[in-house]
């Protein structure tokens, strides 16, 4: 009954420097557009990982920071688990950006 097929992300640009340096440093986050899910799970796990890994300037283990805002290590994994929640329930669908 209604519903559209696309789902929708924005992100700040204050995590940016997390997805340039632990994502893709030439693409950042938009490394992922044109891709499908199942194409990006092993890169967003990784990412995951390498940010909850001291010494990452704390930790990513938390669901996010209470300032949203912040670029902090648990605010830009937030963002990433979610795109990676989204790519693991639809594995053949294409990330699209801007």
Known sequence: M????????NVTY???????K????EKGI??????????VIERLEAF???L????CFGS????????????TPSNAAKSIRILLA??????EATFKGD
Do not use: Q, V
């Not at 209604?2 to 992300?9: D, I, K, M, R, V």
């Not at 632990?22 to 440093?25: E, S």
């Not at 990513?60 to 670029?71: C, I, V």
């Open 48 to 50: 995951i990982k390498e």
């Open 22 to 25: 632990f994502l893709d440093k």
């Open 60 to 71: 990513a283990t938390s669901k996010g920071d209470d300032n949203y805002w912040a670029p």
């Open 14 to 20: 204050n995590y940016a420097w997390f997805y340039y």
């Open 2 to 9: 209604g519903g559209t097929p696309t789902a929708e992300l």
């Open 30 to 39: 938009s490394w992922i557009y044109d891709k499908k899910g199942k194409e």
């Open 86 to 91: 989204w790519a693991k329930e639809h594995p």
């Open 52 to 55: 909850e890994t001291p010494p």
